[in-house]
């Protein structure tokens, strides 16, 4: 048998959300040593990578608010065998969401309105991706296998969650750490 | 006192004529999950969290009288599959964004979703438009976490002897109402220390200006899981 072990492939992604679980990611401190040996990152904001491979573990942050959130995360799922929804924004869509019972074209129109002429000079450069009419929740959008809640979900709560996957574990959050908030 | 016992989840439980079942298992220590039930306002069935088994039927135990004999399942894998799809639909039905809720920690709904280990809300969202009332000085009403328990109004009426909220509308059209002139709280009789204004489970009704008092953290359910606080509370309610 060979002694390396076989490290687990993660990819992580931030959609319509603020970052704020990846640096929750990054609060395990010292574990991240441990994280290090035991896996290795796919298309993360950590790596740069552009595309998603074959990969075990996508952990995805942020809800789904634009066409490009939506072309990102069917490439994650395609991809990763676990499917993972982080924090508040990609179980129920967030602090974005509450953006969803307002009309899009009329945010828009109020977003981009010249003080000076009174009209709406809204970006429609074709790089640009379209926003989606509402704020999306990702397991509207693909099949998400596990949800970790919080906002964002603490260090210790993300770790784990992570330790329990990369064993093979059914993750499980103790009531201490179980949180929305 | 009588002698006459029934079963809850296979235990002889001793109750007192004319008790329910939910007031019988909590005086025996037993928790059965309720949003809409108060020991002071009494029961009003809706919430259905706190629907049981009895003798091999579904019943809300918060209505249901205890009687000798019966044997209730309330603690069981399906009852609990049963009440979590209940909050998750709950969830789904209004605008419930924890992280920018004053009511944070102190929210039954949410102590709800701890209890039931809800991960996410599961069902499709109905983001509906609800709208805030922030008229008056004192006290707001915040549609969107309203889940129309109607503790308000039993408050209102029933305490507070003012009778300042109602629930109108059908089905998934109804919604809170004020009963005031313009509709609107400033015009209406509530204020801050009413007993309509506490009793809210959710973020719905709040006092203003107290809301991060007590930090995130550090609030009720922060500090004991709502199984545990509502049989401290609610049987020092009773004793009173």
Redesign the interface.
Known sequence: MNDAPVKVRIATTSLAGCFGCHMSLLDIDERLFELAGRCEFDRSPLTDIKHAGPCDIALIEGGVSNSENVHVLRELRANAKILVAVGACAINGGLPAMRNHLDIGDILKQVYRDPGTGEANIPCDPELPLPLDKVYPINEIVRVDYSLPGCPPSADAIWKYLTDLILGRMPRLDPQLFHYD | MSDATFEIDGQPTPFKPGQTILEAARDAGVYVPHLCYDPELGAHGSCKLCTVIVNGRTASACTMKALAGQEVEIDTPELEALRRSLVQML?VEG???????EK??DCKL?AL??EF?M????W??F????GVDASHPDVWLDRNRCIQCELCVRASRDVDGKNVFALAGRSVESKIVVNSPSGLLADSAIAAADRATEVCPVGAILVKRVGFAIP?GERRF?RA?ISADALACEVAETDK
């Open positions: 969830f605008n419930h964004f924890c992280p920018g809720c944070s920690g949410q979703g701890y280990e991960t996410n809300p599961h499709v969202h983001f509906p438009d609800l995130i922060d899981p």
